[in-house]
């Protein structure tokens, strides 16, 4: 079989990626929209070629031998947006995980890698396939090395041979360097001959063969004007042509043969993808590779299979677990439960728990300590028995998620292997995965499997609650997530009323609004056609409306949002075909994704909390994420309507913390002008505004404070001059410009930036208020891409965390205080910055007063926290 080599061009492709796609960012803040884009395309290439090996190159450097030719070799280029160049590194470690070789060499460029190993690998009669969007790697094209060049993005390319590049260029694959040296290349810089472009150059190279030959018979080119200008750049051609040139003998150190690819490892591909957020491309993971780490035999186990719970069997300090076998906790059957502690292990059956006295007693007595995994997950669990449980004392997953925020998994075989523990197996190895996911029918494994895992929620938590004194984070366990995670339990178990009437009302006007626009469309394209149908619409939109071609794609028009939004203003179809998009998405994953999970017995959605998720300590939520709903349009908005109090006549309370993270900023950063005014109660986007472009509050306008609010969210984020031009559709010069001015304005801001990051590299890591870490190990990385990345992470870290921790805080205390006086309102949602409460109509007066005071006073600051409230019939009145 003829080997077949697959070379990327890294840089390249990844920044092809990156402007083809609008900036994404995974729930850490790792931009991936280069990373998702490269991932897409080399996943095809896997699928569709298939290849025995296989190398990304990567450029080493901005200085390569090329500049002692001519030091403006690719000068004027704007700087690579930070948003860019931090990916490079998350880049790589994707490779590592597919097991592709990338390679890179000080002093040379990508191109000069692939041409060397493409050469090395042509002499052997091996297939190879270029990919990249640099058309001097046409030089390389052979009939046993086809290249392939993206175009507009990396969904479209052409495959160039001998054949097909003469045919689109007019020369052949060995003139590609003399065709370059006349018509230069403004990309990189080249200066070639001045007023020769490609059909000029194609002309004389096809006449004369080489630039060589050109100029020795220079008095045989016709046209006096270009005579003139071939001889003025006789210096600047030459050049150019050297410049072009790749090295197909650099001095790498790797060679043809070590490029072999042998496929990836399920489980690495997958574990990485979870972390970048890639859910959409798990499908494509091939799913045959074994777990590594699987544990081949463990030391024997002694348990005991309780018939009766007896009062014998407690000791008041007991490890507890129930096993389910999916994480929807609301609604999964319970398969098992487990106690251990210093008098023996013991398995629960469930049927055995659920009618036990005894069991209830020891649940519910606050003085008998309880170790678990997930406090959350054991408060709704116990909920579904009527058990309402107290006296949880340690939760292993919460204190590993504190030890380490970065690690993807906090499940106890993970936990307890990082621990050096290994005598439990992971769930895949017992229950199966997929769909293949059940309880063995063989054995009763599985009765031991929970045993065990509870047995390392006894055999860790002394461990683990040692590593938090260590680490100053006990406090943060014990006095915040803990009770957190027992209010949030309760909140999951109490779930939020929907009117599910109201939502399939929606539907239908929204149906109804889908096909008014359809009719719309219809009028305007002058004819009937799929609108979900990119092949029809394609050619409505840019053959018969004749609007301008953004982007094709390997099967026609790219008819995407980003290319739709780039159309508007050109024609009155375009914004009523994004309108019917976003009107689409509402229906289907909003109207119809809410009514799916609405509980039957309930009329609830029981929404649930992830806890032990987010690196800044934020919570998130999943099943459904409420967090999600769209409410930039209308439409989204009014899904908001749906949600209502559980009992009529009762209210909800709509809570939200007014600019918090600025709040924190300004006290973090000490800065004088931030703080006061925040203590005046300015409008700080008109403050900012003011201070920046240094003029009088009658003088500011609605754009001057568009562009400072934009800056005072974005710096709170690391926000670069490319995020910002992005943001505001300016350039990046006026973006650094705006930047550099609001930084002088607010120096306490610029100090605490310089400082945090010093003090990052310090410690290696950075903490919020209540001192929860963030562990930034390439903040001393000597790759400026991943030092970057750490540094902007480094800055919002402390301010994002600490506001996190401030709602939690609330949450505790406010629950705490609704139970102290016996108030029948409850804590429903927590979204971002918002609390949801519904309450009922005697105790708003008294529930709004309390809300506020236990907001605002939640921590102490050098700045006050303001905290707006609503109330309304529903959650959409309520805001």
């Known amino acids: 079989m003829t080997n077949k080599l697959i070379l990327i061009d890294g840089n390249s492709i990844a920044y092809r990626a990156f402007f083809a796609l609008p900036l994404l960012n995974n729930d850490k803040g790792v931009y991936t929209n280069a990373v998702y884009g490269f991932t897409t395309m080399l996943l095809r290439i896997l ?123 007019e020369v052949t694959p060995d003139q590609i360097i003399d065709l370059k040296a006349l018509m230069g290349d403004k990309s990189d810089n080249i200066p070639g001959v001045p ?63 070590d490029t072999v690819y042998q496929g990836y490892a399920d489980h690495k591909v997958k574990g990485i993808f979870l972390d970048l957020g890639f859910q959409s491309l798990l499908n494509r993971i091939d799913g045959d590779a074994e777990e590594e780490g699987q544990v081949e035999s463990l030391e024997d186990i002694t348990y005991e299979n309780v018939s009766e719970i007896k009062e014998d069997v407690f000791t008041g300090h007991d490890a507890f677990e129930i096993e389910i076998l999916d994480e929807k906790y609301h609604t999964e059957k319970m398969i098992g439960a487990s106690i251990v502690n210093h008098k023996g292990k013991y398995f629960i059956p469930i049927s055995v728990l659920e009618k036990s006295k005894v069991f209830k007693q020891w649940a519910e007595d606050e003085s008998q300590k309880k170790y678990v995994f997930d406090a959350k997950k054991i408060t709704v669990l116990l909920n579904r028995l009527s058990i309402s449980i107290k006296g949880i004392a340690f939760d292993i997953l919460l204190g590993s998620y504190l030890i380490n925020p970065s690690e993807n998994n906090h499940d106890i075989p993970a936990i307890s292997h990082r621990f050096g523990e290994k005598s439990v197996r992971f769930d895949e190895e017992v229950y199966g995965k997929g769909a293949k996911k059940g309880l063995p029918e063989e054995n009763m494994q599985w009765e031991e499997h929970i045993v065990r895992k509870t047995n390392m929620i006894y055999q860790l938590n002394e461990q683990m609650e040692q ?112 309108l019917y998009r976003q009107l689409k998405k509402i229906d289907s994953t909003y109207i119809a994704g809410l009514l799916k999970v609405i509980h039957e017995d309930t009329n609830k959605i029981h929404t649930r909390f992830n806890q032990a998720l987010t690196q800044t300590g934020r919570l998130s939520s999943i099943d459904p994420n409420l967090q999600n709903i769209p409410i930039r349009i209308e439409e989204g908005r009014k899904i908001r309507q749906a949600f209502i109090p559980s009992t009529e006549g009762w209210k909800l309370i709509a809570a939200d913390y007014s600019q918090i993270e600025l709040r924190v900023l300004a006290h973090i950063a000490k800065d004088e002008k931030l703080q006061a005014a925040f203590k005046q109660d300015k409008d700080i986007h008109t403050q900012t505004a003011m201070d920046v472009f240094h003029v009088t509050e009658e003088e500011v306008t609605s754009n001057m404070r568009r562009q400072a609010k934009a800056v005072n969210f974005g710096i709170v984020y690391g926000i670069s001059d490319y995020g910002l031009s992005q943001s505001l559709g300016i350039t990046r010069k006026e973006a650094k410009s705006f930047i550099k001015r609001y930084l002088e304005s607010y120096p306490g801001v610029k100090e605490y930036m310089d400082e945090i990051v010093q003090e990052a590299k310090q410690h290696g890591y950075v903490t919020t208020i209540m001192n929860r870490r963030r562990y930034l190990p390439d903040i001393t990385s000597r790759n400026f891409n991943q030092r970057s990345f750490a540094e902007r992470t480094a800055m919002n870290t402390p301010i994002q965390g600490s506001a996190a921790d401030i709602i939690k805080l609330a949450m505790i205390e406010l629950d705490q205080q609704l139970k102290k006086d016996n108030y029948q309102a409850k804590l429903l949602l927590q979204v971002h910055d918002e609390l949801i409460l519904e309450v009922p109509e005697d105790e708003l007066e008294a529930i709004t007063k309390l809300v506020v005071e236990v907001m605002e006073d939640a921590i102490e600051l050098s700045v006050p926290l303001k905290v707006d409230v609503e109330q309304g019939d529903t959650w959409y009145d309520a805001k």
């Open 47 to 169: 699928e569709e070629e298939q290849p025995t090996h296989l190398l990304v190159a990567f450029d080493a450097g901005k200085t390569t031998f090329r500049h002692k030719t001519y030091k403006e070799y690719k000068g004027g280029r704007e700087k690579t947006p930070s948003e860019l160049s931090e990916q490079f590194h998350v880049l790589r470690e994707l490779l590592d995980a597919f097991n592709i070789k990338h390679y890179q060499l000080e002093n040379y460029e990508a191109d000069d890698i692939i041409g060397t190993i493409a050469n090395q690998a042509n002499e052997k009669d091996w297939q190879v396939k270029v990919i990249s969007g640099d058309k001097d790697l046409l030089q390389l094209v052979s009939d046993k090395v086809d290249v392939r060049l993206t175009k507009k993005g990396i969904s479209e390319v052409m495959t160039y041979t001998p054949e097909t590049l003469k045919e689109d260029m």
């Open 195 to 257: 007023g020769v472009g490609q059909k000029t150059a194609a002309k004389l190279i096809n006449q004369f063969e080489t630039v060589e030959n050109l100029y020795e018979h220079l008095d045989e080119v016709s046209g006096k004007k270009l005579k003139e200008k071939l001889e003025a750049n006789k210096d600047e051609a030459f050049m150019s042509k050297e410049l072009v040139t790749i090295n197909q003998q650099s001095p790498i150190e790797i060679a043809a043969e």
């Open 467 to 578: 590593a938090l004194k260590e680490n100053k984070q006990l406090e943060l366990l014990i006095d915040l997530e803990l009770p957190l995670a027992l209010v949030l339990g309760e909140m999951e178990a109490t779930g939020v009323k929907v009117d599910k009437q109201r939502l399939i009302d929606m539907g239908k006007e929204l149906k109804a609004s889908l096909a008014t626009l359809e009719k719309e469309i219809y009028e305007l394209a002058g004819e009937q056609f799929n609108i979900n149908s990119p092949k029809q619409l394609g050619p409505i939109l840019f053959e018969k409306l004749e609007l301008p071609v953004i982007k094709k794609t390997k099967t026609g028009y790219s008819t995407a949002a980003d290319v739709l939004e780039q159309l508007q203003g050109k024609h009155g179809i375009i914004d009523k075909l994004l």
